[in-house]
């Protein structure tokens, strides 16, 4: 028998718990289960590279889609640009150059028939028909299509007079895609006009419009692991904003609250055991979405995207089991962990209120949770949007 | 076992060759197992968290500086395994006033022939937040701060840890306290 105090409890126990010999006989089960476990790791390894190759891909096509689908917004803004430039140029060399008496028209065809829309008047806002009078500056019909506006096909309006100092635009838009063409075409050949001296501003072009909305989801989900294997329901409310980058294409984000409940194997050296798992998750999605159809009061569009988890709360509770609950709070973060897919039928109450609902797919790309499982959700949205 | 032996394992674990995993597993099977029983509640856990040490030690594998001695290395890769392990209840650890503390050490008289299997049963009943504690400070030689880097606690709560441990520790080897687990979970 022996007195020990705390130090001698420290060197009792550390003396003690550090034996010669191995405490526990190895078994060769344990091994196999960890082996099993390397290998599942190294399949899915693979497997986690191949999805990442697999998302880098279907990026790289989402990405080249988009560019060809915005490509001729931007070539006919480029060709507008082009075009209201030039007619800039053209009402610059107009100043310099004597004006000529008389306008030439061409006979019958396209040109002519433009020309012959042209309106005449003295008030900007009073359309005369008819033909030139003969002391307006000579024209040419590219000098025409030049001056009137490709974009929002503006004819010329100008009084016999005083049409020569100051030009009035007023808008036709039955012109506006074949005087673009025109523009086009002849733009090379196009040579200044001397027909007048243009002060006000002709055209800007018009940027693409771009349109918020604010929309409040909720959703019933079914949550599992693995294929969706031994799911359950849960529930998710959230706040996305939207902004429709051109007619077709949108950007979506927001904050979504998602109760996730599911069952798993929890597989763990020499045996399995079931857990009950209760998460909260922040899901924190970026979509792009895509209009398939807009009519009317109805539009129907798909998307994905992609979605960060962010861990509030995760509660485990081991069934048949004396190992104790776990309950982990703001423990894991899953940045840009989860595959969005979802499709989105919208129907429009009045020019700003709209309903909507939305089948989604959530696919993991890497292990979740404290027990890093493959967690998938499908579910349905239904929620309200406001337009801004 | 030769470093020579141990490297040339350590090379064929990072080819992800399973033979030198398997080498090197059962070469190192019993100096982790010791660690992992003292850390868990009972020989089971110990198991799981000795896998989970290893799993992460053969998937971490490239991390580790053959500078350093490899069983330092895996040591601290138990001690994480363990503390990931028991995280929920040493989330819930609180530190408490130390004033006064080592006065209620008293000396003990225990018996000099008390075995591994006596020891490692009272250590293993000690809550998993005192009990990790006292086995990196008493046993392996950590610092408080170290302690608490590696745990996620204040090296103060280590420090309150450790006493409690001590002061449980005691009363077992005085055979005069029945340790009530399950109000002990609490903490």
Not at chain 1, 379 to 385: P, V
Not at chain 2, 146 to 151: A, F, K
Request: glycine share 6%; proline share 4%.
């Amino acid at each position: 028998m022996k007195n020990v105090n705390k130090n001698s409890i420290d060197e009792l126990f550390k003396a003690g718990l550090n034996p010669e010999r191995d405490p526990v006989i190895f078994g060769e089960h344990e091994w196999s289960e960890l082996e099993q476990r390397l290998s599942r790791y190294e399949r899915n390894k693979s497997s986690f590279f191949r999805s990442k190759s697999f998302i880098g891909i279907a990026a790289l096509f989402v990405l080249v889609l988009s560019i060809w689908m915005l490509w001729p917004v931007m070539q006919k803004t480029l060709t507008q640009q082009t075009a209201s430039q030039h007619k800039e140029q053209e009402v610059q060399d107009g100043q310099k150059q004597v004006l000529s008496p008389s306008l030439e028209l061409k006979k019958g065809g396209e040109t002519g028939r433009e020309l012959s829309s042209l309106l005449v008047s003295d008030d900007p806002g009073k359309a005369m028909p008819g033909s030139l009078g003969s002391d307006i500056g000579t024209r040419t019909p590219s000098a025409t299509s030049a001056v009137t506006d490709p974009g929002t096909a503006m004819t010329l309006a100008e009084t016999a007079e005083e049409t020569v100092h100051k030009p009035v635009l007023v808008p036709d838009p039955q012109l506006a895609d074949h005087q673009l063409h025109e523009a086009e075409m002849e733009e090379d050949q196009a040579k200044p006009v001397p027909f007048f001296a243009g002060t006000e501003p002709i055209h800007v072009p018009e940027p693409v419009r771009r349109k918020w909305a604010l929309s409040l989801l909720v959703a019933p989900a079914y949550n599992g692991v693995d294929h969706l294997n031994n799911g359950q329901i849960g529930s998710d409310i959230g706040l996305m904003v939207t902004l429709g980058l051109t007619k077709k294409w949108s950007l979506s984000t927001g904050a979504v609250y998602a109760k996730k409940l599911y069952d798993a194997d929890y597989s763990y050296a020499s045996y399995t055991q079931k857990v009950d798992a209760d998460c909260r998750v922040l899901d924190i999605p970026v979509n792009v979405g895509y209009t398939l159809l807009n009519s009317g009061k109805t539009r129907i569009s798909f998307g994905t995207g992609i979605s960060s988890y962010i861990m509030l709360r995760e509660d485990y509770r081991f069934n048949n089991s004396n190992r104790e609950d776990i309950h982990l709070v703001n423990e894991n973060q899953h940045w840009l962990s989860v595959l969005n897919l979802h499709a989105n039928y919208e129907f429009k109450l009045s020019p700003r209120i709209s309903i909507n609902a939305q089948p989604y797919m959530k696919i993991p790309v890497s292990d979740i949770g404290y027990y890093k499982v493959r967690l998938e959700s499908l579910g349905l949205a239904i929620g309200a949007g406001w337009s801004f | 076992m030769a470093e020579e032996e141990l490297q040339q394992l350590i090379e064929g674990c990072k080819r992800q060759d399973r033979q030198s995993q398997k080498a090197l597993y059962l070469k190192l099977y019993g100096f982790a197992m010791k660690i992992c029983l003292r850390c868990a509640n009972n020989r089971y856990e110990a198991s799981e968290v000795l896998n989970e040490g290893f799993f992460k030690a053969f998937t971490n594998i490239d991390k580790y500086d053959s500078h350093r001695p490899f069983k330092t290395w895996l040591g601290k890769i138990m001690y994480n395994a363990c503390i990931d392990y028991y995280r929920a209840n040493i989330k819930w650890a609180k530190m408490e006033a130390l004033e006064k503390a080592d006065s209620h050490l008293n000396a003990v008289v225990v018996d000099n022939e008390l075995e591994y299997e006596d020891l490692l049963a009272y250590v293993q009943r000690l809550p998993p937040a005192y009990r990790i504690v006292f086995n990196l400070y008493a046993i392996d030689g950590y610092s408080h701060d170290e302690i608490g880097q590696m745990m996620g606690i204040s090296a103060g709560t280590s420090r309150s840890n450790l006493y409690k441990a001590r002061l449980r520790l005691q009363k077992m080897l005085n055979g005069s306290h029945t340790i009530n687990y399950a109000t002990d979970m609490e903490i």
